[in-house]
């Protein structure tokens, strides 16, 4: 072979080799994703939060519950008094089980034994997982208490609330909403300041007559300006596709201000380590994608193994999915991702406080 291009090889390796972000990426990364997708993305569905609706000596429908409890697919709650829907609606169950008012013997003796079975399909796969679960525990009860599902004595429905039609769009369409904000904030934001440092114009600016702080707000307000005129576009192109918009608009925007400003601040940071564009491109990667796998966007984190979903608590975009599919698709006010804000902002402030370390590190 020419020694030339031999030397070119080289050389590229050696240099590829020496930079621990290329490392990561040819080492690292590729055994970070196996490990995710091989074992932390389950389509199984598991951990269902399922709630009961009866009366305390309703024996027959507590045998029921814990049938559904030892199938090792659903996890119980006690979301207390109130109405079923309510706890749906707030997320406190994932689906609840509402026997007769008056006890399920004296409703079959009746022939009034109608059971429901309340199923949030925020996840419009994890809910057609849950209903089907939900009919093969059935049938083994019935099977075990000689009863026959449909006879006049016992009569089993399920209601599937907020995506009544599976329609996998509407499921999608709303984490993909908060994919692309988050795509579009950490990138930008990550490879402006890379630039100024990699065309010699970083040092220009910290040498003008004005404060860090101010460099830092005007290297970073217009990429949560831009984050936010997005928002507005793709909530346009949302409603066009059949993606409904049951929250308030103010909260909405709030919410999305929240997590742009979040993103904004990783990326800043990202940029304080990067030397270069590509640099900054790469890590921004390395952080972006493990985010969206471990975000709920595709696969349940409560399928997860738990030290992944542990890791997941620490990532912003998990909690700006609940709140957009929440507010988009099941309304509510601001008690309802109350919890979910807090922890984004408290990230944020985490990651603007970081960057704004390193970025003083850079002036001395």
Avoid at 21 to 27: S, Y
Avoid at 197 to 222: D, F
Avoid at 263 to 292: C, E, H, N, R
Avoid at 300 to 316: Q, V
Wanted: charge should be positive; charged fraction near 15%; aromatic fraction near 10%.
């Amino acid at each position: 072979m020419n020694p030339t291009i031999i030397g070119f090889i080289r050389k590229e390796l050696i240099q590829a080799i020496r930079d621990p972000r290329a490392r990561g990426m040819i080492f690292v990364m590729p055994v970070v994703q196996l490990l995710i997708f091989g074992v932390a993305l389950s389509s199984e569905i598991r951990n269902v939060r399922l709630a009961v609706s009866a009366r305390p000596d309703d024996a027959f429908t507590q045998r029921l519950a814990d049938r559904f409890y030892a199938s090792g697919w659903f996890i119980p709650v006690t979301p207390g008094e109130g109405d079923p829907f309510d706890w749906v609606r707030s997320g406190r169950a994932e689906a609840v089980l509402v026997a007769p008012p008056e006890g399920a013997a004296r409703a079959m003796a009746r022939d009034k034994g109608s059971y429901q079975l309340l199923v949030d399909s925020l996840n419009s796969v994890r809910a057609r997982g849950v209903e089907t679960y939900a009919q093969a525990v059935l049938a083994e009860h019935l099977r075990d208490e000689h009863l026959l599902s449909g006879t006049p004595t016992f009569r089993f429905s399920t209601r599937v609330l907020y995506n009544p039609t599976g329609d996998t769009a509407i499921f999608m369409i709303p984490g993909t909403l908060c994919l692309m904000l988050c795509l579009v904030t950490i990138i930008l934001t990550s490879m402006s300041m890379a630039m100024e440092r990699e065309r010699g114009t970083l040092e220009t600016l910290l040498a003008a007559p004005v404060a860090p702080w101010e460099v830092l707000l005007g290297k970073t307000v217009p990429y949560v300006i831009l984050g936010m005129i997005d928002l507005p576009l793709v909530l346009i192109v949302a409603v066009a596709l059949g993606v409904p918009v049951r929250g308030p608009l103010w909260l909405i925007g709030l919410s999305t201000f929240i997590f742009v400003c979040t993103t904004v601040s990783i990326g800043f940071l990202v940029s304080s380590y990067a030397k270069d564009q590509q640099q900054a491109m790469l890590s921004s990667f390395l952080f972006v994608f493990p985010s969206i796998q471990l975000s709920g966007v595709i696969f349940p984190i409560e399928n997860m193994p738990h030290a992944l979903a542990w890791i997941a608590w620490f990532n912003p975009l998990r909690y700006f999915v609940i709140v957009i599919r929440h507010l988009l698709l099941k309304g509510g006010d601001l008690g309802a991702v109350l919890p979910n804000l807090a922890a984004m902002a408290a990230l944020g402030a985490v990651a603007l406080c970081w960057a704004g370390y390193r970025f003083r590190q850079t002036l001395n």
